[in-house]
C-alpha cells in the first residue's frame, strides 16, 4: 500500500545535540512539506519542497534544515539552535503543486527534549 | 496575512445528533481552497472535506457538509448523525490558488468529543 512513513514515532533527545526526523512516502508525489503541531497551536509549516534538490522555508524555519536527494525522501534536521523544539512533527505530501490537492499526512513524530 | 480562526476550542455532542464547527478567514485573496481535517487520538491528519471558493454550492461527504459564506469568510463544518468515530480534533485550513507555493494554514482546531 501507498503511503507515508515517518520515523521514529518516539524520539528523545538530549540539549544541544542535532536529531533527523525520517519522512518517506511511496506514493509518486512530488511536493513534501513538514509541520509542527503545539498544543493549541494547530500545524506551523516548517519547511516545503516542490522538487527534487529544491526547497523554501517555511513560516518557523529558524533551527531546523533539511534536503530533498530522493524524490521520496524529505529529511528534518532538528538543531540545537531550535530553542524549543519539543512538540509533534508531521509530514506531508501531495501528487503534484497545486493548491487543490489534498496533502496526506504521515504518523507523525512526537519529539521530546530532555 | 492570511489568517483561519476557530473561535471554538472544544465542543460536544451527543451520539446521532448533529454539531457544527465554526470557522472564517482573513485574505484578501479572491480564488482559494478551503479545507476541514480530521485528527483523531491516533494523530493521524485525514481530509474531511475540500471547498473551493470559485464554487457557490456547498461541498458534502455523506454525513459532512459546509456552509461556505464568502462574502463573510465564514466556512463552517456540519457533521450529522454524529457517530462515537467522529471524536477528533478538527481544523479548518486555507490555501490560496495563485503562486504555487500551495502552504496551508491552519486554525488552532476544535476538540470534538461525540458521546454515547
Known amino acids: 500500500d501507498g503511503g507515508i512513513t515517518q520515523s521514529p514515532k518516539y524520539l528523545f533527545r538530549k540539549e544541544g545535540q542535532n536529531v533527523t526526523l525520517s519522512c518517506e512516502q511511496n506514493?509518486?508525489?512530488?511536493?513534501m512539506y513538514w509541520y509542527r503541531q503545539d498544543p493549541g497551536q494547530g500545524l506551523r509549516l516548517i519547511y516545503y519542497?516542490?522538487?527534487?534538490?529544491?526547497?523554501q522555508k517555511g513560516d518557523i524555519a529558524e533551527g531546523y534544515s533539511v534536503s530533498r536527494e530522493k524524490k521520496e525522501s524529505f529529511p528534518l534536521t532538528v538543531t540545537s539552535a531550535q530553542k524549543n523544539p519539543t512538540a509533534f512533527y508531521l509530514c506531508?505530501?501531495?501528487?503534484?503543486?497545486?493548491?487543490?490537492?489534498?496533502?496526506?499526512f504521515g504518523p507523525g513524530t512526537r519529539l521530546t527534549v530532555l | 496575512a492570511q489568517t483561519v480562526t476557530q473561535s471554538q476550542p472544544e465542543m460536544s455532542v451527543q451520539e446521532a445528533e448533529t454539531v457544527t464547527l465554526s470557522c472564517t478567514y482573513d485574505t484578501s485573496e479572491n480564488n482559494y481552497y478551503l479545507f476541514w481535517y480530521k485528527q483523531p487520538p491516533s494523530r493521524q491528519m485525514i481530509l474531511v472535506i475540500r471547498q473551493e471558493a470559485y464554487k457557490q454550492q456547498n461541498a458534502t461527504e455523506n454525513r459532512f457538509s459546509v456552509n461556505f459564506q464568502k462574502a463573510a469568510k465564514s466556512f463552517s463544518l456540519k457533521i450529522s448523525d454524529s457517530q462515537l468515530g467522529d471524536t477528533a480534533m478538527y481544523f479548518c485550513a486555507f490555501v490560496p490558488s495563485q503562486g504555487g507555493s500551495e502552504k496551508l494554514v491552519f486554525g488552532k482546531g476544535t476538540k470534538l468529543t461525540v458521546n454515547p
Open positions: 506514493l509518486n508525489h512530488d511536493a
Open positions: 519542497s516542490q522538487i527534487v534538490n529544491d526547497f
Open positions: 506531508a505530501s501531495t501528487r503534484w503543486a497545486h493548491s487543490y490537492n489534498e496533502q496526506f
